[in-house]
């Protein structure tokens, strides 16, 4: 069962407007926001025991989906410092 809202939103909320406007902006990074959604859902399906998988699966879903975020993370960072030195 998910203990957590792990939307990005929810992630860094510092960061709303910047998500919102990259989501806008940003064609790559749009994909990545939308990859990062679906392994969400995906680890929540799992954790709901909606779809049956193995401990290791869900975890190897769980690690991939903190490594997009991660990115996501970097990227929104990248673009503001960007943004501000214009």
Do not use: W
Request: aromatic share 6%.
């Amino acid at each position: 069962m998910p203990i957590e809202d792990h939307s990005l939103i929810n992630e860094f909320p510092e960061y709303k407007e910047d998500i919102h406007q990259l989501k806008m902006d940003d064609a790559h990074f749009k994909k990545l926001y939308d990859e990062y959604n679906h392994l969400t859902k995906e680890v929540e399906k799992r954790e709901q025991e909606i779809i049956p998988s193995t401990t290791l699966e869900e975890e190897k879903l769980k690690k991939q989906r903190l490594q997009l975020k991660d990115t996501l993370q970097g990227y929104i960072k990248a673009t503001r410092l960007a943004a501000e030195k214009a």
